[in-house]
């Protein structure tokens, strides 16, 4: 098996492969066979000219690619706007995404900060992991005993990942919490903690 050269993250060259691509992780032949559009026709709210969507999926999915690197949260405005007007059956999740990174957005739930940053890259870190795995071994993932670690469908994470006030959650009983501290710069730390 040939493996597809790397993208190099240019959105005008590589943003319908990269979106062809993603759809095949997710378990689909392609964005197309799936139902999906790309460069979807928008009108913009004055009435006057048409914008376009990178990819959409009524009434799934609205994706907008950007440039690898690309800072994200310069273009959500322009995400949002699009999202606005693509009535009727306007999609549920709006996803940026600069070949890096995955915003995700969900509009009915909040609207300034993405529900999701991480998901997507987990799962398919995950799926590549397993793949790979499988073929050092020599054999077909569906024989590979990782205890219910199969690649696809690729699961469900929405309990993982909670954007709440940690004093005041309800937190399940872990064996682990991983956390980022507050940030303490060195200048505070020497004069309370001591030189090391």
């Known amino acids: 098996m040939t493996t597809p050269a790397p993208l190099q993250g240019d959105e005008k060259g590589e943003a319908q492969v990269f979106c062809d691509r993603l759809f095949q992780a997710f378990g689909h032949a392609?964005?197309?066979?799936?139902?999906?559009?790309l460069e979807f026709r928008i009108k913009k709210e004055s009435g006057r000219g048409t914008q376009f969507a990178d990819l959409i999926w009524k009434p799934r999915l609205l994706l907008e690619m950007k440039k690898g690197g690309e800072k994200l949260h310069l273009h959500y405005r322009q995400a949002f706007d699009y999202w606005i007007n693509a009535?009727?059956?306007?999609?549920?999740?709006?996803?940026?995404?600069n070949f890096n990174e995955f915003w995700i957005y969900d509009f009915d739930k909040q609207l300034n900060e993405p529900?999701?940053?991480?998901?997507?890259?987990l799962m398919l870190a995950k799926k590549l992991a397993l793949d790979e795995a499988a073929e050092i071994l020599d054999i077909a993932q569906e024989q590979m005993a990782f205890g219910g670690a199969d690649a696809l469908p690729l699961d469900n994470l929405d309990d993982n990942i909670r954007c709440a006030d940690a004093l005041f959650t309800d937190?399940?009983?872990?064996?682990?919490?991983?956390?980022?501290?507050?940030?303490?710069?060195?200048?505070?730390m020497i004069p309370e903690l001591g030189a090391p």
């Open 30 to 37: 392609g964005y197309k066979e799936a139902g999906a559009t």
């Open 87 to 97: 009535v009727p059956n306007r999609p549920r999740h709006v996803v940026l995404s």
């Open 115 to 121: 529900v999701d940053t991480v998901k997507v890259t």
């Open 171 to 188: 937190w399940p009983e872990v064996d682990v919490v991983v956390g980022n501290p507050p940030y303490q710069s060195k200048n505070k």
